[in-house]
């Protein structure tokens, strides 16, 4: 997720564009697959192969280098700065009690042997 360009982090320069991610690490091509930095992974992996972009400051040549919270990414003149999202709580309702189920028995009533069926309700 791209947080806008006018960021409450006082700690990101104005330049960079903060990116949050839900979980880490991330690997390096996804980051700028997902944030539409390239056209496709492939060409994620290409650009990164070539030595076209930087982590840190430094160049980066490993495709799968795992990102994490903290470091900053540039390609053709974009800078984007990872921020770990605060983790969201959502609550959750218990689960929907079904009804008791009915059962029929079988009961003999009177002295001829004649019998009824009656729904009674199991415990």
């Known amino acids: 997720m791209t947080v806008p360009a006018n960021h409450s982090d006082k700690n990101v320069p104005a330049d960079i564009r903060v990116v949050e991610i839900s979980r880490e690490p991330v690997e390096l091509y996804k980051i700028l697959k997902f944030e539409g930095m390239v056209a496709s992974g492939g060409q994620a992996k290409v650009v990164v192969a070539a030595g076209q972009v930087l982590v840190n ?50 009961v003999t009533e009177g002295t001829s042997g004649s019998s009824v069926a009656i729904d009674v309700e199991s415990q």
Do not use: C, H, Y
Not at 64 to 73: L, N, P, S
């Open 57 to 106: 400051g430094k160049i980066e040549t490993q495709k799968r280098k795992k990102i994490v919270a903290g470091d900053t990414i540039e390609f053709n003149k974009e800078k984007i700065g990872i921020k770990l999202a605060s983790t969201v709580t959502t609550e959750v309702s218990p689960p929907k009690t079904k009804a008791k189920p009915v059962a029929k028995k079988q």
